[in-house]
């Protein structure tokens, strides 16, 4: 795979996309591993950035086959494991994109308020645009802070009998239901209760 998959994947080219293709071969760089074609593979992402859809094109990882897990710490920081060993790599962003030029900064801010006059995205889109090129370019000791170690395999994904919400009529998986009042119950129906 290359990084025309995960643009076509993700939908446009961008800073984030790049670091999430060159922290995926890193990963399986270091680990000595091709694609995941189940769930030999499980990367652990504690961001949802655009960085996490490379994540999934490049290591075959995703929410469906629970081999995906997201930590919600807002860390650019990704940990690649192998299933029987136990064996990780993670991999910590160290990156800094070059300094903007005060023109980037400014049409950086414009942009981020909303303006979209064809001057101003341009500048943006040169200055994205360079920092792709950039990160793909860079070695890897520039983009990552590289730890190999052993952790804890996560349990394999499981498939678990669906519930009917005695509130909304909808189905959910049986470990989220809560019961209130002696009625199954789906979490928003169980809060809303409470």
């Not at 790049?18 to 990367?43: M, T």
């Not at 101003?120 to 070695?139: E, M, T, Y």
Request: glycine fraction near 8%.
């Amino acid at each position: 795979m290359d990084f025309s998959d995960v643009v076509r994947f993700h939908g446009h080219a961008c800073p984030g996309l790049a670091l999430g293709f060159r922290a995926a071969q890193a990963a399986l760089g270091a680990l000595g591993r091709k694609r995941s074609a189940d769930e030999e593979l499980v990367a652990i992402v504690e961001n949802n950035s655009c960085a996490v859809d490379a994540i999934q094109v490049m290591l075959g990882c995703t929410f469906g086959k629970g081999n995906l897990i997201f930590r919600d710490y807002g860390k650019q920081v990704y940990t690649v494991l192998q299933r029987p060993s136990a064996e990780a790599v993670r991999l910590a962003v160290i990156w800094e994109a070059p300094p903007e030029r005060p023109e980037e900064k400014a049409a950086w801010e414009k942009y981020a308020a909303g303006s979209r006059d064809p001057d101003i995205v341009r500048v943006v889109h040169a200055r994205k645009g360079a920092k792709v090129q950039a990160v793909l370019a860079a070695d890897e000791e520039a983009l990552f802070r590289i730890s190999s170690m052993m952790v804890a395999l996560p349990e394999p994904a499981r498939i678990y009998p669906s519930l009917r919400c005695g509130r909304c009529g909808e189905k959910v998986m049986a470990p989220r239901a809560r019961e209130r009042e002696g009625q199954v119950l789906c979490i928003p129906c169980a809060e809303e209760s409470s």
